[in-house]
C-alpha cells in the first residue's frame, strides 16, 4: 500500500498530499482543543460530522457562486479539497453577543448586536490568534487591500446565506470564523474559501430553547458534545445513509 506524505498536522485535522498536483487530502479527527490549547480532549465521532457538515456547507455555498476549496468527499472522515495557501487571517462575523466580544467589549451574552460585525484574527498560535485592524493587515502585507475587499464581501454573503438556512431549521447562526486562501492555476490567482466550516468553527443555538449545538459544550463543559454536532447533522438532513449514527434526542435544558 502506497503511503500518503502528510503535510500538516494541526489540532482538529491532518492534511496529506493529494492525488494530483494542487490538492490536498484534509482528515477531520475527533480531537478538540479551546482556549488557544489550554484545553485539550476527543469528541466522539466529531470528524465524521464536521466531514459532512463541511462538505454540505461548502457545497451550498459553491452554488450561490463563492468559490471554495472543497472539491470531494473520499471517506467517512476524509475529502479532497484544492491546495490554497491560506491568508493568515480568521475572519470571524458576529450577529448576537458571544465569546470573546462579550469581555472585550462589555455585551451580555445573547444581545443581539446592531449589524453583523466582522473582526480579523491573525493566525498565530504563539501570539493566541490576537486581534488585529485592517491597517495591520495592510501594513504588515498579510492580505492585499484588494483581497481583504473581496473577503468580507464573502463572507457577509456567506452570513447572510447561512443565517437563512440555519433558520430555517430552528437554529441561530450566532457567529462563525471563515479561512480563505490563495488559489494558484498558472498565471492566475483567486482567492477562495478555505478550511471548514462545522460546529468547531460556528456558534448555532436552537431558536427555541437557546440551547448551544456547537462547540461551546466543550469549551464549557455543557455535556452532551457528540449529541450537538450530531444534531445539527439530523437537521441539516446529512446523515440519512448513516442510520448506524445514533442521534441521541437532546433535553430541553441550555
Ligand atoms: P490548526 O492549524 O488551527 O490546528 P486544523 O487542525 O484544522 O487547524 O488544521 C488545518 C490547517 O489546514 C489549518 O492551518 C488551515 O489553515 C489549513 N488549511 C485548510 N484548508 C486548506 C487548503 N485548502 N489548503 C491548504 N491549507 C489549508
Ligand atoms: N473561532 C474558531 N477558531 C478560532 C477562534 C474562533 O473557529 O481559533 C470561531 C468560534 O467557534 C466562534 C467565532 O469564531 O464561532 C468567534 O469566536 P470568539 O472570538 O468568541 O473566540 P472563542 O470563544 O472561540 O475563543
Known amino acids: 500500500m502506497s503511503r500518503r506524505k502528510k503535510i500538516y498536522e494541526g489540532k482538529a485535522k491532518i492534511l496529506y498530499e493529494g492525488p ?44 450561490i457562486g463563492i468559490p471554495t476549496h472543497f472539491i470531494k468527499r ?70 492585499a487591500p484588494q483581497e481583504m475587499d473581496d473577503m468580507i464581501a464573502m463572507t457577509f454573503r456567506v452570513n447572510d446565506f447561512l443565517s437563512g438556512m440555519f433558520g430555517a431549521i430552528g437554529i441561530q447562526l450566532i457567529d462563525f470564523k471563515l479561512e480563505f486562501g490563495r488559489q494558484f492555476e498558472g498565471e492566475m490567482m483567486r482567492v477562495i474559501l478555505a478550511d471548514e466550516i462545522s460546529p468547531d468553527s460556528c456558534r448555532f443555538w436552537d431558536v427555541q430553547s437557546k440551547r448551544k449545538l456547537d462547540k461551546d459544550r466543550f469549551r464549557q463543559d455543557l455535556g452532551d458534545v457528540p449529541e450537538a454536532y450530531a444534531e445539527i447533522a439530523r437537521r441539516l438532513g446529512v446523515l440519512k445513509d448513516r442510520p448506524d449514527l445514533k442521534v441521541v434526542a437532546m433535553e430541553n435544558e441550555p
Open 74 to 143: 473520499l471517506n467517512m472522515r476524509e475529502q479532497l479539497v484544492r491546495k490554497v495557501e491560506i491568508i493568515p487571517l480568521e475572519m470571524v462575523c458576529r450577529n448576537v453577543a458571544a465569546g470573546t466580544i462579550c469581555k472585550r467589549l462589555g455585551l451580555k451574552e445573547g444581545e443581539k448586536l446592531p449589524r453583523p460585525i466582522i473582526e480579523y484574527y491573525l493566525k498565530d498560535d504563539e501570539l493566541g490568534d490576537p486581534l488585529v485592524s485592517e491597517d495591520h493587515i495592510s501594513a504588515f502585507g498579510w492580505a
Open 20 to 63: 494530483e498536483a494542487g490538492t490536498l487530502i484534509a482528515h477531520f479527527k475527533d480531537d478538540a482543543t479551546a482556549f488557544n490549547n489550554q484545553k485539550r480532549g476527543q469528541i466522539e465521532g466529531k470528524g465524521v460530522l464536521n466531514n459532512r457538515i463541511s462538505e454540505f456547507l461548502m457545497t451550498r455555498i459553491e452554488a
